[in-house]
């Protein structure tokens, strides 16, 4: 019987004891907690971090207590979203490594404590960090390793017309056909933004209207002709690249397209500076084209343009009497 007494006894000092401490615990966890929340409002997220998970680290060994079960839920849901804000901080300070890595653990605690929403933004924000990286790369003159950043995006969203475009330009600096080709996915790509879209196909048009002027000196009118028409196939709009397809066609003798051309550009703009020009060439594709009707209007426009005078006159004189 005084064995069991004194067990008794002891027990009962144990529990007080043990009450106590859990007391103790509890309020320190607590401090822990407001201090890491105050943290958390002040933008110290390291700070906050790391007196939060202290509290929570506390609380998981009080048991039996409801305040310290309702305290530990809010640790648990609060520690995601701190590391979330630490990552977006290093993203705006461009400590990009750094924020993949933190993004890496909240991901992993949002899942352990089956938070959604930080989920949710972890994964729209890790494309994010990929594209500002390799933007910074290219900027510092990396384009290859921007490049390779842009792509680590792609793989977390396939379908991003936007990424797709930043490589495109990206490759422009060192090789033009894989911009094309980029450029070329972007317009076949089924819910590829209209803006996107639009953008590939004015920038594949200047590197055709590009290589299409780049060959004109030299009178290398089937290169001339190859990329002018590619240009205007891309950009219906660059009435350069109609331009240079009028003369190339011309001097190929390829009549009904230098008839397309030149009056597409006439169309667009009645009132070009190298109006006489066009019309010129738009007189001789039909004459060619045996319309005389329509090679005589054209020729009798021209007839007080001293370029053009003395020869327009004697084209009217011999077809259109």
């Not at 929570?56 to 979330?84: F, G, H, W």
Request: net charge negative.
């Amino acid at each position: 019987m005084k064995i069991l007494k004194t067990l008794s006894i002891t027990a009962f000092f144990a529990f007080m004891s043990l009450g106590c401490l859990n007391a103790q615990d509890l309020a320190e966890a607590v401090d822990l907690y407001n201090s890491g929340i105050k943290a958390f409002q002040d933008s110290q997220f390291a700070q906050a971090i790391n007196d939060v998970e202290k509290a929570l680290q506390m609380l998981t060994s009080i048991e039996d207590d409801e305040q310290a079960a309702s305290l530990k839920t809010n640790c648990e849901n609060i520690i995601p979203q701190l590391y979330l804000s630490q990552a977006k901080q290093q993203v705006n300070t461009k400590q990009f490594a750094e924020a993949l890595q933190t993004l890496d653990k909240a991901k992993e605690l949002a899942e352990k404590y089956n938070n959604d929403e930080v989920l949710i933004f972890v994964e729209d924000l890790m494309p994010q960090v990929y594209i500002a990286k390799g933007g910074a790369e290219i900027e510092a003159g990396n384009v290859e390793g921007g490049i390779a950043e842009y792509r680590k995006a792609l793989e977390l969203n396939k379908t991003n017309s936007t990424i797709y475009l930043r490589i495109g330009l990206a490759q422009r600096a060192n090789n033009e056909d894989d911009a094309v080709a980029t450029f070329d996915q972007i317009i076949a790509m089924d819910g590829a933004k209209t803006d996107d879209v639009g953008t590939a196909k004015k920038q594949a048009a200047t590197i055709f209207l590009k290589r299409a002027a780049a060959a004109q000196p030299a009178k290398q009118w089937s290169v001339v002709y190859e990329n002018a028409k590619k240009a205007t196939g891309y950009d219906n709009a660059n009435m350069q690249a109609f331009r240079l397809l009028g003369l190339s066609t011309i001097e190929l003798k390829k009549w009904r397209e230098a008839v397309e051309a030149c009056e597409t550009v006439l169309n667009a703009d009645p009132s070009a500076k190298d109006k006489n020009t066009l019309i010129y060439r738009l007189a001789t594709a039909y004459e060619n084209l045996n319309n005389k009707s329509k090679a005589c209007s054209y020729y009798k426009q021209i007839v007080g343009d001293a370029n053009f005078k003395a020869f327009a006159e004697g084209k009217v004189r011999s077809l259109c009497q």
